[in-house]
């Protein structure tokens, strides 16, 4: 039996750019993915590629954001490199506006906020704002300029990510479901897919939201992913606009949504955050949701074209923060719950992966994003209420 070096569940923007980073090191790798790689939650992303926090629960996730973005330019240089082709990154900033009375406070609420962080944003005039992008609507009554933050377009990223692992020779296995994973004693050797046994030296979970479907069928290994890899899908609806009388340079956005731009003229409108499962339909509310909020930011794309409309499941856990470790299963390597920052994760993960497959090393600060968080948990919760219990 033929015998991987990694075998890597999940073909998204995570799981590929593992893939990508280890077989730069001339690894033998096969990437599984249960229907066409690239095609789930990267597909589905807007492409920003900003490290500030968009709600408290994030505020752990910014030293990590910060790194991956610093390391943005040089991973998408490689991937156009080994592929040919291009992935449309740009750093050309982002404009957060700020509508209703309270703008000013607001604004200068965030920029306070993001200093504190080390991240570079500007309070900006109304005037100098309307100056580097004409469409702002009257709603706003502040603004703040974030000159670092930067785009890139996923599906582009994708198409080229997925030919640079075809030059590399890594085996992508596409319509590949993976049932189960196998085991000697507590060492994982590979997993089935299709009823086929694969092995490998190491596996790594890269599965987004369906990350916690993999063992079930299999109670044991059910009951190991809802400790080490509790994921669950969070529907987020997306438009793409286009209109001769708007054309975007940069970024942007708003507490109630955000515009990107495209190649071709096309503006990328979204989006919404829906606990509905595994439910990937686009609805009149989530449309009408985007569109009030991209027309406040830009009067005239009301007479936009709509162009497409799709829906993605980004990957969220009990804490939304990544899964990103080492499991407690020997040679098991845990890549997902990025919720709403898989494309801009990317780079730093993948890094994280590979140096953790080659040295069995974790990078400092990783281990709050560990597997086994979860379970910890668990047992401190266990240990408070039995504590109290007998008090």
């Known amino acids: 039996m033929k015998v991987f070096d990694v075998a890597i569940i999940g073909g998204g923007v995570i799981g590929s750019s593992i893939a990508f980073e280890l077989a730069a090191e001339k690894l033998n790798v096969v990437l599984l993915d249960r229907e066409e790689p690239g095609r789930g939650a990267s597909w589905a992303a807007a492409g920003m590629l900003s490290p500030a926090p968009d709600s408290p629960d994030a505020l752990p996730l910014v030293p990590l954001a910060k790194h991956s973005l610093k390391l943005y330019r040089k991973f998408v240089a ?5 592929s040919g082709l291009h992935t449309h990154f740009a750093s050309d900033g982002a404009l957060q506006l700020f509508p209703g009375p309270q703008g000013e406070a607001e604004r200068d609420k965030m920029v306070a906020e993001l200093r504190a962080l080390d991240i570079a944003i500007e309070p900006v005039s109304l005037d100098d704002a309307r100056r580097m992008e004409n469409a702002i609507g009257p709603a706003a009554r502040a603004a703040a300029w974030l000159p670092g933050e930067a785009t890139v377009e ?23 479901h993976v049932t189960s994973l196998l085991h000697q004693a507590t060492r994982c050797t590979g997993l089935v897919a299709g009823g086929e046994e694969i092995a490998a030296n190491f596996v790594v979970l890269a599965a987004g939201c369906y990350s916690s479907t993999l063992g079930a069928e299999n109670s044991i290994e059910n009951d190991w992913l809802s400790r080490c890899a509790p994921t669950r899908p969070v529907r987020g609806q997306m438009l793409a606009l286009h209109s001769d009388k708007v054309i975007l340079q940069r970024v942007l956005r708003s507490e109630r949504g955000y515009l990107v731009p495209r190649l071709g003229g096309r503006i990328v409108a979204g989006s919404t955050l829906e606990e509905v499962g595994f439910d990937k339909r686009v609805t009149a509310g989530g449309m009408r949701k985007i569109l009030d909020a991209a027309i406040e930011l830009a009067p005239n794309l009301s007479g936009a074209e709509i162009v497409e409309t799709w829906a993605g499941l980004r990957p969220a856990t009990p804490d939304n923060l990544p899964i990103l470790g080492p499991a407690d299963i020997e040679n098991v390597f845990i890549a997902t719950g990025h919720y709403r920052n898989g494309i801009l994760l990317a780079p730093v993960t993948a890094k994280i992966a590979r140096d953790w497959i080659l040295t ?7 281990a709050i994003f560990s597997p086994l968080r979860f379970a910890e948990r668990d047992v401190q919760v266990s240990n408070s209420k039995r504590n109290a219990a007998n008090s």
């Open 78 to 82: 490689a991937i156009e490199e080994a």
């Open 154 to 176: 996923p599906r582009l990223l994708m198409d080229a990510l997925l030919a640079a692992l075809r030059h590399r020779e890594v085996e992508i296995r596409s319509g590949c």
């Open 360 to 366: 069995k090393s974790m990078a400092a600060g990783a």
